[in-house]
């Protein structure tokens, strides 16, 4: 406390690598408890502070799960997150929020054997980023087909800016990391007790702390307002195909093929709805399997020619 005072009223630096600047949630906890006025610190100008500030802009949060993934170990149970929400006013849209996550730092093309190791025993540092929110859409949704429910907090003004404050001072912090306990789920209710100090989120997680678990317990604290679901590119696709009788279904895979038969009979005599239907599945279908290959001039060729196929009929009916 002592050297946080200290550097507090640093005069010998300034700017931002000031103290008053990399720690600015110690700053506002200090001046609060200690009754300091503002005025009798040094003045200084925390630029890079104010600009992350304003484009992070933050109003609601949000705790995101995203399904279990079987390809990667660290994933099996599921994974959380968080997401920073503007308001609706500034950005209608929860692509453009900033997801903010806590993951290990694993060496690129580490050996399985140590990643299970060093992944149950600490090895790895664990590390909080903030990235727009589509590209985790894209990467649990589109890529690893992974559903994503959203539940969004009832943390009031004063809480969501603790948190998003807090957040600033754990950049480029590194924490322990473990699979079993010490592991995304149970960083992100650290961050939820800073948010709302009164209450104990985690003192029913000794041993082990698993994504579903960590959602119930908040739901549990009732510090849900509102709940959605954020279906998988793949569910999307089999939702709508399963309007389409067999042969439909068959049209739009072959449509996914041979885009030509946009002329044939059977594609023609479809109503409106069916069409809509099977240009959907046959276009996304055909988007999805270029997610797990290198760009295909054919594949994008066909991908156009459904897409003007598309813009005739509008499309499927899916929100």
Known sequence: LKATLSAFFD??????????????????????????DRNELPQQNCAQYQVWRKAINAETVTLIFASHFVNSPSSMY??????????????PSQWLSYAVNFGANVREGENSLFYAWRGLTGGYPGLFAMEPY????????????????????DLTPEEVNRLVVHLWELKGISFDYFFTDENCSFRLLELLEIARPNINLLSTFAYKAIPTDTVRVVRDHGMINNINY?????????????????????????????????????????????KQNILYVAYNYLRYKQTKTARDKDMAKRSHRLLV???KHGNANLS
């Open 78 to 91: 599921g994974h959380t997150l968080l997401r920073i929400d503007p308001p609706k006013s500034v950005n």
């Open 230 to 274: 954020r279906a998988s590119h793949i569910e999307k696709i089999k939702y709508i195909a399963s309007s389409l009788n067999p042969e439909l279904k068959m049209l739009a895979h072959d449509l996914s093929i041979d885009t030509g038969l946009v002329e044939g009979g059977e594609y023609k005599s479809a109503s409106l709805g069916d």
């Open 309 to 311: 196929e598309i813009n």
């Open 11 to 36: 005069t010998a630096n300034t700017g931002n690598e000031h103290a008053q600047c990399r720690f600015v949630a110690r700053l506002n906890w200090i001046v609060r408890e200690l009754s300091l």
């Open 134 to 153: 589509y590209k985790k859409i894209k990467q649990y949704s589109n890529i690893e087909n992974r559903g994503l429910w959203e539940y969004q907090l």
